[in-house]
Protein backbone atom coordinates (compact mmCIF):
# COMPACT_ATOMS: atom_id res chain seq x y z
CA UNK A 1 0.00 0.00 0.00
CA UNK A 2 1.20 3.24 -0.93
CA UNK A 3 -0.21 6.23 1.44
CA UNK A 4 0.46 9.50 0.15
CA UNK A 5 0.75 12.57 2.57
CA UNK A 6 -0.18 15.97 0.56
CA UNK A 7 1.84 19.28 1.94
CA UNK A 8 0.27 22.38 3.97
CA UNK A 9 -2.66 23.97 2.18
CA UNK A 10 -3.02 21.15 -0.56
CA UNK A 11 -4.97 18.22 -0.89
CA UNK A 12 -5.79 14.87 -2.43
CA UNK A 13 -6.68 16.77 -5.25
CA UNK A 14 -2.77 17.76 -6.02
CA UNK A 15 -1.33 17.16 -9.08
CA UNK A 16 0.93 15.12 -7.79
CA UNK A 17 -1.43 12.88 -5.86
CA UNK A 18 -3.60 12.63 -9.08
CA UNK A 19 -0.59 11.79 -11.09
CA UNK A 20 0.18 8.83 -9.11
CA UNK A 21 -3.47 7.49 -8.59
CA UNK A 22 -3.67 7.77 -12.60
CA UNK A 23 -0.29 5.89 -13.21
CA UNK A 24 -1.59 3.10 -10.85
CA UNK A 25 -4.46 2.69 -11.91
CA UNK A 26 -3.09 2.70 -15.66
CA UNK A 27 -0.97 -0.58 -13.65
CA UNK A 28 -4.16 -2.49 -12.59
CA UNK A 29 -3.24 -1.13 -9.11
CA UNK A 30 -5.86 1.81 -8.06
CA UNK A 31 -6.50 0.29 -4.76
CA UNK A 32 -3.02 0.17 -3.93
CA UNK A 33 -2.86 3.91 -3.22
CA UNK A 34 -4.60 6.34 -0.52
CA UNK A 35 -4.35 9.88 -0.21
CA UNK A 36 -6.29 11.15 3.11
CA UNK A 37 -7.63 14.59 3.36
CA UNK A 38 -5.07 15.74 6.34
CA UNK A 39 -6.21 17.89 9.38
CA UNK A 40 -4.84 21.37 9.95
CA UNK A 41 -3.82 19.87 12.85
CA UNK A 42 -0.50 18.42 13.04
CA UNK A 43 -1.11 15.65 15.81
CA UNK A 44 -5.06 15.01 14.12
CA UNK A 45 -2.95 14.27 10.77
CA UNK A 46 -0.37 11.80 12.42
CA UNK A 47 -3.30 10.23 13.84
CA UNK A 48 -5.31 10.22 10.58
CA UNK A 49 -2.17 8.34 9.46
CA UNK A 50 -1.57 5.84 11.49
CA UNK A 51 -5.22 4.95 11.97
CA UNK A 52 -5.31 4.15 8.27
CA UNK A 53 -2.13 1.86 7.94
CA UNK A 54 -2.60 -0.01 11.59
CA UNK A 55 -3.67 -3.07 9.86
CA UNK A 56 -0.65 -3.01 7.22
CA UNK A 57 2.75 -4.76 7.77
CA UNK A 58 6.03 -2.62 7.69
CA UNK A 59 7.20 -4.36 4.47
CA UNK A 60 3.62 -3.42 2.90
CA UNK A 61 3.72 -0.14 3.71
CA UNK A 62 5.07 2.76 1.27
CA UNK A 63 4.75 6.27 2.36
CA UNK A 64 5.20 9.36 -0.16
CA UNK A 65 5.18 12.37 1.69
CA UNK A 66 5.48 16.25 0.10
CA UNK A 67 6.68 19.31 1.55
CA UNK A 68 4.54 19.20 4.70
CA UNK A 69 3.90 15.59 4.03
CA UNK A 70 7.18 15.07 3.83
CA UNK A 71 7.62 15.87 7.10
CA UNK A 72 4.63 13.66 8.67
CA UNK A 73 5.92 10.88 6.31
CA UNK A 74 9.77 10.66 7.94
CA UNK A 75 8.24 11.33 11.86
CA UNK A 76 5.74 7.98 10.45
CA UNK A 77 8.90 5.98 8.88
CA UNK A 78 10.97 6.23 12.01
CA UNK A 79 8.18 5.10 14.23
CA UNK A 80 6.59 2.41 11.70
CA UNK A 81 10.16 1.34 10.28
CA UNK A 82 8.56 1.45 6.42
CA UNK A 83 9.86 2.82 3.81
CA UNK A 84 9.43 6.70 2.67
CA UNK A 85 9.75 9.10 -0.99
CA UNK A 86 9.97 12.22 0.06
CA UNK A 87 9.13 15.08 -2.26
CA UNK A 88 10.75 18.69 -1.29
CA UNK A 89 10.12 17.78 2.33
CA UNK A 90 9.57 20.33 4.95
CA UNK A 91 12.66 20.82 7.18
CA UNK A 92 11.68 22.94 10.00
CA UNK A 93 7.89 24.06 9.35
CA UNK A 94 7.08 24.82 12.92
CA UNK A 95 9.60 28.04 12.03
CA UNK A 96 8.40 28.30 8.37
CA UNK A 97 4.60 28.28 9.11
CA UNK A 98 4.63 31.00 11.82
CA UNK A 99 3.89 33.19 9.22
CA UNK A 100 1.08 31.54 7.98
CA UNK A 101 -1.59 31.52 11.67
CA UNK A 102 -5.33 32.18 10.61
CA UNK A 103 -7.52 31.44 8.07
CA UNK A 104 -5.87 30.16 4.95
CA UNK A 105 -7.21 28.57 1.62
CA UNK A 106 -7.02 24.86 0.37
CA UNK A 107 -5.31 24.75 -2.44
CA UNK A 108 -7.38 22.67 -5.04
CA UNK A 109 -10.20 22.84 -3.42
CA UNK A 110 -12.43 25.74 -2.29
CA UNK A 111 -12.34 25.13 1.71
CA UNK A 112 -10.36 26.75 4.01
CA UNK A 113 -8.33 26.05 7.03
CA UNK A 114 -7.69 27.47 10.40
CA UNK A 115 -3.51 27.27 11.27
CA UNK A 116 -4.01 28.10 14.93
CA UNK A 117 -1.01 29.12 17.29
CA UNK A 118 -0.56 25.65 18.78
CA UNK A 119 -0.05 23.64 15.95
CA UNK A 120 3.73 24.92 15.66
CA UNK A 121 4.20 23.63 19.09
CA UNK A 122 2.59 20.23 17.05
CA UNK A 123 5.11 20.28 14.56
CA UNK A 124 7.55 20.77 17.56
CA UNK A 125 6.46 17.52 19.15
CA UNK A 126 7.74 15.39 16.29
CA UNK A 127 10.91 16.90 15.06
CA UNK A 128 12.86 14.40 13.76
CA UNK A 129 16.52 15.95 13.58
CA UNK A 130 18.14 12.72 12.50
CA UNK A 131 17.28 9.79 10.45
CA UNK A 132 18.09 6.03 10.88
CA UNK A 133 18.71 3.30 8.40
CA UNK A 134 18.79 5.85 5.53
CA UNK A 135 18.48 3.15 2.62
CA UNK A 136 14.91 3.32 3.63
CA UNK A 137 14.11 6.54 1.94
CA UNK A 138 14.14 8.33 -1.91
CA UNK A 139 15.08 11.99 -1.57
CA UNK A 140 13.71 13.63 -4.29
CA UNK A 141 14.70 17.37 -3.95
CA UNK A 142 14.72 20.34 -6.48
CA UNK A 143 17.60 23.02 -6.10
CA UNK A 144 14.39 25.49 -8.04
CA UNK A 145 12.51 24.86 -4.96
CA UNK A 146 11.79 28.76 -3.81
CA UNK A 147 10.43 27.74 -0.39
CA UNK A 148 12.53 25.05 0.76
CA UNK A 149 16.46 24.81 1.01
CA UNK A 150 17.42 21.93 -1.36
CA UNK A 151 21.30 21.97 0.77
CA UNK A 152 18.92 21.49 3.78
CA UNK A 153 17.17 18.52 2.35
CA UNK A 154 20.28 16.90 1.12
CA UNK A 155 21.98 17.29 4.63
CA UNK A 156 19.35 15.99 6.72
CA UNK A 157 18.86 12.96 4.51
CA UNK A 158 22.43 12.29 3.71
CA UNK A 159 22.68 8.70 2.95
CA UNK A 160 19.39 8.24 1.85
CA UNK A 161 18.98 7.52 -2.21
CA UNK A 162 18.80 10.71 -2.97
CA UNK A 163 17.87 12.93 -7.13
CA UNK A 164 18.54 16.29 -7.00
CA UNK A 165 16.70 17.85 -9.51
CA UNK A 166 18.63 20.89 -11.04
CA UNK A 167 15.82 23.28 -11.11
CA UNK A 168 11.98 22.94 -11.30
CA UNK A 169 10.20 24.00 -7.88
CA UNK A 170 8.53 23.63 -5.00
CA UNK A 171 5.72 21.63 -5.98
CA UNK A 172 7.79 19.74 -8.92
CA UNK A 173 5.38 20.66 -11.53
CA UNK A 174 7.55 18.05 -13.65
CA UNK A 175 6.32 15.28 -11.21
CA UNK A 176 5.48 13.30 -14.31
CA UNK A 177 8.96 12.67 -15.16
CA UNK A 178 9.68 10.94 -11.97
CA UNK A 179 6.72 8.69 -11.87
CA UNK A 180 8.47 5.69 -12.92
CA UNK A 181 11.44 6.45 -10.45
CA UNK A 182 9.13 6.68 -7.31
CA UNK A 183 7.15 3.78 -8.10
CA UNK A 184 10.48 1.95 -8.94
CA UNK A 185 11.31 2.59 -4.69
CA UNK A 186 8.06 1.67 -3.49
CA UNK A 187 8.08 -1.74 -5.00
CA UNK A 188 11.48 -2.43 -4.35
CA UNK A 189 13.47 -2.17 -6.87
CA UNK A 190 16.07 -0.23 -4.94
CA UNK A 191 19.16 -1.71 -3.51
CA UNK A 192 20.17 -0.87 0.27
CA UNK A 193 22.45 1.28 0.13
CA UNK A 194 23.54 4.27 0.49
CA UNK A 195 22.20 7.09 -2.03
CA UNK A 196 24.20 8.59 -5.20
CA UNK A 197 23.01 11.90 -4.41
CA UNK A 198 22.48 11.99 -8.20
CA UNK A 199 22.05 15.29 -10.57
CA UNK A 200 20.15 15.88 -13.60
Not at 65 to 90: D, F, H, I, K, M
Not at 112 to 119: C, L, M
Not at 169 to 180: C, G, N, Q, T
Amino acid sequence: MIVYLHGFRSSPASRKATLLRQALAARGRATECACPQLPASPAQAIDVALTLVRDLRVDELVLIGSSLGGYYATWLAEQLGCRAVLLNPAIRPQDDLARYLGVQPVFFSTEHIDFRPEYLAELEAIDTPRITRPERYLLIAATGDAVIDCRSMTRKYAGAHQHVIVGSDHELSDFARYIEEVLAFCDGQFADAKGTGERE
